[in-house]
């Protein structure tokens, strides 16, 4: 079967970039592996999504359901319960391969195609925790997976590693099932969390937060349950001070230690890689070194905020209906842009100077809490573009849109962060 477009992953990015894209008359099909609609909003019970888009604060699946509700009204064709395990592309055409537990293995033809597939958790190996390997270690994703779906607690006496959104969102939920939640570590010194979840479900629930700690040893029981976990003190240089060690008896440790882009699919392909974001370089219009090859949402990078992969994915399915119509009002010619002093990491990493357009959004992280900052574009050495952003924190992402009008034809672009003197 042949589509203008085909979008993998049905969660916030694949859904708005879907609805964009069939509203301005192309043929899409959209594939998702779970049951359901929606991707990991389903299992975020809580408030606190949508003030950005709505300005209103909705729950995770009535924010899903603001979008779900408009793709099946406007009859966008989709696969549930089917895993795209296979992507190739052969001259212009892309063959993608799926598998459906009913209908075994399928291919499909699309001339382009939209990769939304959210992220995964970083696991205990990703960090080499010392000490045993009992039952009771698990992600904090996986243990809001099993609390809020199907109504399982994983745990009754936990203690959280990483203060990320996930896992301060599990320390209130847990406490709210009726858990005792004896602390949250975080190594850096500050959290790496919302500010508002540091408050809401830490504060608000006296829940002691460790930061510059972290699980320096993990414990089992006879029958290999967690027993007990020592979490110590870290330096600046994130050595652990000798005799800081404390201990805690839990059954559970939960981990949010970091969300890593899910394009595993794209292994095959060639697609350059940023080793900051640990997903794929796009331009502004998300398109991939490879032609016809678009990316957002969690796939492209981490965000904190659904909003924000929701503004991102219908601005990729727009780049996705000018790329089909072939809208493109010159010959391509890329500058490339570059985190500088202060930056985490930038997105596009490459401008198509052929693809003009009023304002290119960009988005990045700051490596550090910075009160009073601005951001500052240089290129050829020159200042071109500066914004105020008065308070940034590596937690949140920030998004800018620099005017297309003030970019030279050549030389690449670097972007700062720098305190207003
Ligand atoms: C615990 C938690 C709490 C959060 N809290 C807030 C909050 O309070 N406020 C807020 O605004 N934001 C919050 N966020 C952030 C926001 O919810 C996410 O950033 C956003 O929903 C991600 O959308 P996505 O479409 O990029 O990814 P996902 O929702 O992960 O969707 C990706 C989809 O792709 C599918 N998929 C993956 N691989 C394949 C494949 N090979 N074949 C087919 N399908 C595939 C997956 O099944 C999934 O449905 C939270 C996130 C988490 C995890």
Redesign the pocket.
């Known amino acids: 079967m042949m589509k203008d477009v085909i979008v ?7 859904l708005a970039a879907a609805i964009e894209i069939h509203q301005a008359g192309k043929d899409v099909l959209l ?4 049951e359901f609609l929606g ?3 389903n299992q ?1 019970i ?1 408030n ?2 949508g003030l950005e888009v709505f300005k209103e604060e909705y729950t ?1 699946p009535e924010y899903a359901n603001q979008f779900i509700d408009v793709f099946l009204q406007e009859k966008i064709d989709y696969l549930l319960d ?4 296979g992507l190739k592309k052969e001259g212009h055409i892309f063959t993608v391969e799926t598998s459906n537990e009913s209908q075994g293995i399928e291919f499909y033809q699309t001339q382009t195609v939209v990769v ?4 995964y958790e970083r696991t205990r190996g990703q960090i080499s925790i010392p000490g045993d390997r009992p039952y009771g270690v698990i992600t904090a ?1 996986s243990a ?1 997976r099993y609390l809020n779906t199907d109504g399982l607690l994983v745990g009754k006496k936990v203690f959280i590693l990483g203060s990320g ?2 896992g301060l ?1 599990m320390a209130r939920r847990m406490k709210l099932e009726g858990a005792e939640v004896l602390g949250v570590a975080e190594i850096m010194p500050h959290s790496n969390g919302l500010n508002r979840n540091i408050v809401q479900c830490l504060n608000d629930f006296d829940i002691p937060l460790y930061l510059s700690h972290t699980v320096t040893e993990i414990i089992a029981d006879d029958h290999q349950r967690l027993s007990k976990i020592k979490v110590s003190k870290v330096d600046e240089s994130f050595r652990v001070i000798k005799g800081s060690e404390k201990v805690f008896e839990v059954d559970t440790l939960l981990l949010s230690i970091g969300l890593i882009p ?1 394009v595993t ?1 794209l292994d095959d392909l060639g697609v350059e890689i940023d080793k900051r974001t640990k997903s794929v370089k796009v331009n502004q219009a998300y398109e991939t070194n490879i032609e016809g090859l678009f990316v957002c ?3 492209l990078q981490v ?5 924000n ?1 929701t503004l991102e994915s219908k601005r990729a399915g727009q780049a996705v209906v000018r790329y089909l119509n072939k809208d493109k009002v010159k010959e391509n010619h890329t500058l490339s842009l570059n985190p500088g002093t202060n930056l985490a990491y930038i997105t596009p990493q490459r401008l198509d100077m052929g693809l003009e357009q009023e304002n290119i959004s960009l988005s990045f992280r700051s490596r550090k809490k910075m009160e009073k900052a601005v951001c500052k574009i240089y290129q050829n050495s020159q200042l071109i573009f500066e914004k105020k952003l008065f308070f940034v924190l590596p937690a949140e992402m920030e998004t800018i849109q620099l005017p297309f009008k003030t970019i030279q034809d050549q030389g690449d672009l670097k972007v700062e962060l720098e305190v207003k003197s």
């Open positions: 993998i992953g049905g969660g916030a990015g694949g594939i998702e592996r779970e991707g990991i909003l975020c809580h606190g999504f995770g089917t895993t795209v395990i939304s597939t959210g992220s994703g809001q959104d996930i969102i899910d699919i949402g969690n796939a965000h904190d905020l659904v909003d992969v």
